[in-house]
């Protein structure tokens, strides 16, 4: 059985998901206070990647950003990003 495109995608996307990870810790321990760009920046990619239905990425980077939360505000928004993105978007609507 081949890979299909979609499943290469996903691994590539959870794979870009654990590198800004890497990437968030690297920069936390070498310029302490970089945990809130980190966690803020990456409440926009993970609204970015649900509207474009890219599960696994937005699941990856809501991960990043709830470990990286500096306040309840960052951290409920991670919270939501990851639920939405572990519903796959399924028969969600928009109010």
């Given at each position: 059985m081949s890979p299909t495109a979609e499943s290469v995608r996903e691994v590539?996307?959870?794979v870009g998901g654990i590198r800004y990870g890497l990437t968030?810790?690297?920069s936390d321990h070498l310029a302490p206070?970089?945990?809130s760009f980190m966690a803020s920046h990456g409440a926009i990619f993970?609204?970015?990647?649900v509207?474009?239905?890219?599960?696994?990425?937005?699941?990856?980077?809501?991960?990043?950003e709830a470990e990286f939360a500096t306040d309840k505000v960052?951290?409920?928004t991670a919270k939501v990003g990851g639920w939405l993105a572990a519903q796959r978007g399924d028969n969600l609507e928009a109010t």
């Open positions: 590539a996307d959870v968030g810790a690297v206070g970089a945990r993970v609204d970015d990647f509207r474009s239905e890219r599960w696994a990425i937005a699941a990856a980077f809501a991960r990043v960052l951290l409920a």
